[in-house]
């Protein structure tokens, strides 16, 4: 029991470090698309946006 409420812990520390490093690729993305629009480059931050959103939400579901 005890071994499981660790990785639980451990689980969400992973996930909470995963989203402060797609946040901060976000920031910079979207930096970047302010000074020269591409297509491309909205997609990636259309899809950061979207990973961000679903492991907030397995984090704050599980």
Do not use: A, H
């Not at 909470?16 to 993305?29: H, M, S, V, Y």
């Not at 970047?32 to 899809?47: A, N, T």
């Amino acid at each position: 029991m005890v071994e499981k409420e660790i990785t639980k812990f451990e689980k969400e520390i992973l996930l909470q470090e995963k989203i402060e490093q797609l946040e901060n690729e976000l920031k910079e993305f979207s930096d970047l698309q302010k000074k020269v629009y591409s297509d491309r480059l909205q997609k990636s931050i259309v899809g950061l946006e979207n990973r961000i959103q679903r492991i907030k939400k397995m984090l704050y579901t599980t």
